[in-house]
């Protein structure tokens, strides 16, 4: 980064003649190459980790400042650490908000860009975080800070405002129970549908839901609950030793007798979307009952335990 001061050097030294210009450049990479040293320099001095667990639907952070080489002395230089700690935790967590996969396409970074998203609206979630009390190094010489984004917490900020649609319809329904809720199953690799390829399923905020014959059976439109429609979990949270065989956690979302399905293909520029059959379809469709579990997000998708912790971590 070039500061005024160095941009000023600049132009005292510059003369407005090709030949003098040619004896100058070897000044300004060194002045180039010295500030670049310094911002690097300064980077090292703070450490910066975030993880995006998909299946608590929250980002947890971690940010430390190392006060000695930012000469800052305690105790009398407690306000200006606490004030350092929270200018590098919104910086970053700015960064990290704008990377996260909003659907198949788009990360919340497109979504203010087009308009969608306020421009303050990573500032909002970084601000939105539950934080904990300031720790200092025994030696105290580092200021560690703690937060968590809860992501359901926000779904306002992160949703956009598009007018409710209400599901396809099918002809002649089939005769099916009600059901607590919906599992799709689509934790191994899958067909990524127009492509001659294969995938896992990615996680992201606002997934769609296709049928075989690729009519669209659910995306954010459809949702009226306060939280993110849908909820993600690794294969062991279907296999419990339990009266329903699922885990508590899973059975809280989806009741006792969800209705189970295994996805057939993945689709999207990102695969995020699953791909279910479409008598499933049909099932989920048939009646009010089935239809409202995804008005709800009463919606668990399993995939690759893996793929269900994205690390931001710089």
């Known amino acids: 980064m070039i500061t005024d001061g160095t941009q000023e050097h600049i132009k005292e030294i510059a003369i407005p003649q090709r030949k003098s210009i040619k004896k100058i450049m070897p000044i300004i990479g060194l002045i180039l190459l010295f500030s670049g040293a310094a911002e690097y320099s300064q980077a090292e001095e703070n450490s910066f980790s975030a993880i995006l667990d998909w299946t608590r639907m929250e980002i947890n952070i971690s940010v430390q ?30 960064r990290v908000l704008y990377s996260i996969p909003f659907d198949s396409s788009s990360t919340i970074r497109d979504l203010v860009e087009d308009g969608r998203l306020k421009p303050n609206t990573p500032a909002e979630l970084a601000l939105s975080a539950k934080t904990s009390s300031p720790a200092f190094s025994a030696d105290m010489n580092r200021i560690t800070g703690s937060y968590t984004i809860n992501l359901h917490t926000i779904m306002s900020k992160l949703k956009t405002h598009d007018e409710n649609a209400d599901f396809m319809r099918t002809i002649n329904p089939p005769d099916a129970p009600s059901y607590t809720g ?133």
């Open 65 to 94: 400042v190392d006060l000695k080489k930012s000469g800052i002395s305690l105790p009398t230089g407690r306000p200006q650490a606490e004030e350092r700690l929270f200018n590098e935790y919104i910086s970053q967590t700015e």
């Open 182 to 314: 919906i599992i799709i199953i689509a934790n191994d690799e899958l067909p990524v549908h127009g492509r001659h390829s294969s995938a896992r399923l990615e996680p992201c905020l606002f997934p769609k839901i296709w049928d075989t014959d690729m009519n669209l059976i659910f995306d954010k439109k459809f949702n009226e609950s306060q939280k993110l429609p849908v909820h993600y979990a690794d294969r062991d949270a279907i296999f419990q030793r339990s009266p329903s065989g699922l885990s508590a956690e899973l059975e809280y979302i989806v009741g006792e007798k969800p209705l189970r399905i295994i996805a057939r293909e993945l689709f999207g520029v990102h695969p995020t979307d699953p791909v279910i059959d479409t008598e499933d379809a049909r099932i989920i469709l048939s009646s009010e009952e089935n239809r409202r579990l995804l008005r709800e997000g009463r919606l668990v998708i399993i995939s690759a335990s893996e793929l269900l912790k994205t690390d931001f971590s710089k």
